[in-house]
């Protein structure tokens, strides 16, 4: 009783809690959409002055346009195309191509600016285009020398690259210490002056190469003079000569072999040619022991100009000049976007002789301030018209920015669409029913505290870390970081009525929350009691479908659709009908007691809605829609509740897995002992990688597929107005 007592105290205070969060953020629980009324502008104006009218609009930030190409037939041929002339279109291009090209040569993205660039002061975009083309000259014209520094650096490493290649030799293996000095010359004549040094260290190779060739084929006849006078290898002194040795010095040893090959054969041997012989060996031998000692030097010359190569690559994207210049190229890509924007908002206009038609979305109170200053720039030659949206109109979606806490929830509810202007945006509901679900099918208090305190590392670091500026998968993570929290302490609180605790361990026991007709919450092992588990996921069910069609009967009501409220509240009726039936006669077993003893309670509580449901329905179309879509409903409320079983089936093949694991680390009665931390770690790192996972997904899709279409179009259009600066 004390345990029932202090969970009904922390249920209290936690709803407490919430109900001041929602207070604070000022939201009207199940909405998200801002209660901005928004009336539809339309505006007639010169062709002379719709691009200052444009560029107005932009500025206030306050209009969204509207296509009117597609009402053109309303107007009884009145209005034609129009379009922004060609000229102005490829000169945009023509920046913006030149803007990323120049970004490419110098290795560089767009920067996303903490604030947006402002456009040139003018009044059409042909001046803004002329004025963004000027100072696209002036830093291209800046940029020059970056650009070359760049492509000779990237030409230079991949020139070492090569040879180290051929050479066999990976330079991201070796370590070398940059000994080079070069004076102090801009990046450009440094790598200039790398170049030059790269190409003595290949001419020295080259006659490396050609000079052990030579001594190679020098040593060769030696050896045959030497075979041949059977002479025995002595030692013998080395005449010292540079290395490697030049051209002169080869020749004049081969004439001397040849002399000494011509002598040793006509006359007996003299001791002094064969002591000339066995010293020109041992110079030649001595010149090619020098061979790789003098390679690997130039080898590591040619490291170290690649490290310089490297180094002044660095130099150069760390320039003070290069950051100015980047910042100048990501001004204009922004600066290209709006005028993009400018573009596509003019292309949406209808033209009629010399004036154009436009019209557009505006907030109300924001009504007085744009006509008049449409009035002020045409001079009062213009026709405005105010009207509030009629029944017809797609009007805009203000949507209001959720907290942090909620992000994950809105990406995964706007995933299906945006919502109507008068339609309930189901993020703050799927915010409570999400974590619900969640909790129900992963219910365990250990690995939910777990999840808990994941949730709040990612929340602390979403506030710590810019949210645009880092990869994709830690960008979701961190969006997520409310999402752990809910889904944690959901997963808590359903571990306490169901026992468990790293599975069930024995340290914790179920209690019972409230018990509902023959449905249970908590108070019992679904271990033992599957039927009352899955008695339990029916209940839960058939309570957030009844919502959903509750709340598809508000909206039906809401956009004067009667008769589909009408729909749906008898949709609502079979619903309830059915599962209160199957309350008070049972379930398929008994499904004879529904027609036999309850004839009277099943005519009244399903067939009555059906025929109903089939009456309304054909009244709009024919009496086969009528009876195709009564089959329809019937099917999709025993499919769509069936559906909710895989809460029970889920939280039973959790819970089967915890106790493996318990039982394979000897947990008896609540106790672990100090070998079983290990295990228990394994199989909850399982838990909550693979079963969480899946839990997600099964969340997921009875959210997307189950709960939210019940009421939810996901048709609408945000509002997004057109903003320049």
Not at 140 to 164: G, Y
Request: with cysteine.
């Amino acid at each position: 009783m004390a345990s029932q007592l202090l969970l009904w105290t922390v249920f209290y205070h936690l709803t407490k809690k919430v109900k001041n969060v929602i207070a604070h953020y000022r939201y009207n629980l199940g909405r998200c959409v801002s209660a901005q009324d928004l009336w539809k502008l339309e505006v007639v104006v010169r062709q002379e002055d719709i691009e200052a009218v444009l560029l107005f609009l932009g500025k206030m930030g306050v209009a969204q346009p509207i296509d009117v190409n597609g009402e053109k037939d309303s107007f009884d041929g009145l209005l034609e195309e129009y379009a922004v002339p060609c000229e102005i279109t490829a000169q945009y291009s023509d920046i913006l191509t030149r803007v990323n090209h120049r970004l490419e040569q110098l290795e560089l993205k767009p920067e996303e600016l903490t604030e947006k660039a402002s456009l040139p002061p003018k009044t059409t975009l042909k001046e803004i285009l002329a004025e963004m083309e000027q100072k696209l000259s002036e830093i291209e014209d800046r940029s020059k020398p970056f650009v070359e520094a760049i492509n000779l650096a990237s030409i230079f490493a991949r020139k070492i690259d090569q040879k180290l290649h051929v050479w066999k030799i990976n330079p991201k293996k070796l370590v070398t210490k940059n000994n080079i000095s070069f004076s102090e010359k801009s990046p450009l004549e440094m790598l200039l002056e790398a170049e030059r040094k790269l190409s003595e260290i290949e001419s020295r190779l080259e006659e490396i190469d050609k000079t052990s060739a030579r001594c190679s084929s020098i040593l060769s006849r030696i050896e045959r003079l030497s075979k041949n006078l059977k002479l025995k290898t002595k030692e013998a002194p080395v005449q010292k000569v540079p290395f490697p040795p030049d051209e002169k010095f080869l020749a004049f040893i081969e004439l001397s072999l040849s002399e000494i090959g011509t002598s040793l054969t006509v006359n007996k041997p003299k001791e002094s040619l064969i002591n000339k012989l066995l010293t020109i060996k041992s110079t030649i031998t001595h010149a090619m022991e020098q061979v790789p000692a003098a390679k690997a030097n130039l080898i590591k010359q040619t490291l170290e100009l690649r490290s310089h190569a490297e180094m002044v690559r660095r130099s150069i994207k760390t320039s003070p000049e290069l950051r100015a210049i980047h910042l100048d190229l990501s001004s204009l890509c922004d600066m290209a976007l709006e005028v993009d924007e400018l573009i596509r908002a003019e292309n949406n206009m209808a033209r009629c002789a010399t004036t154009v038609f436009l019209e557009a979305w505006v907030p109300k109170h924001h009504l007085e301030n744009v006509t008049e200053g449409i009035r002020k720039i045409t001079k009062e030659k213009c026709v405005i018209e105010e009207e509030p949206p009629s029944t017809e109109d797609m009007v805009p979606t203000v949507i209001k920015p959720v907290p942090r806490l909620f992000e994950a929830f809105e990406k995964l509810t706007f995933a299906l669409g945006y919502p109507r202007s008068e339609e309930i945006n189901p993020v703050w509901l799927m915010a409570i029913t999400f974590p619900l679900l969640f909790g129900i099918m992963f219910a365990d208090v250990g690995q939910g505290a777990i999840l808990l305190v994941v949730g709040i590392i990612l929340v602390y670091f979403r506030g710590k870390v810019d949210i645009k500026k880092v990869g994709d998968i830690t960008r979701y993570f961190l969006l997520a970081g409310g999402l752990f929290i809910l889904c944690g302490i959901a997963a808590m609180f359903f571990g306490v009525l169901f026992g468990e605790f790293f599975g069930p361990s024995g340290v914790l026991h179920p209690i019972m929350l409230i018990t509902i007709g023959p449905f249970q919450i908590g108070g019992f092992d679904p271990m033992h009691e599957p039927l009352s588990m899955l008695r339990f996921a029916i209940f839960v069910g058939v309570t957030l479908l009844s919502l959903g069609l509750v709340l598809r009967v508000v909206n039906n009501i809401k956009e004067h659709r009667l008769k589909l409220a009408l729909t749906s509240s008898c949709w609502l009726w079979l619903l309830l009908g059915g599962f209160f039936m199957w309350i008070y006669w049972g379930g398929i077993s008994n499904i004879t007691r529904w027609f036999a003893e309850g004839t009277l309670m099943f005519l009244g509580l399903t067939a009555l809605p059906a025929l109903l449901i089939c009456i309304v329905t054909a009244t709009s179309g024919s009496i086969m829609e009528g009876i195709d879509f009564s089959i329809e409903v019937l099917i999709e409320s025993l499919d769509h509740t069936i559906s909710f079983s895989r809460l029970a089936a889920l939280f039973l093949t959790h819970t089967a897995l915890n106790y493996m694991f318990l039982m394979i680390a000897g947990v008896e009665n609540g106790s672990f002992p100090l070998q079983s931390i290990p295990i228990i770690m394994l199989g909850s790192i399982l838990a909550l990688s693979i079963e969480g996972l899946v839990i997600f997904v099964h969340c997921l899709r009875l959210h997307w597929v189950e709960l939210l279409p019940e009421f939810y179009s996901g048709k609408g259009i945000p509002y997004k107005p057109l903003k320049v600066k």
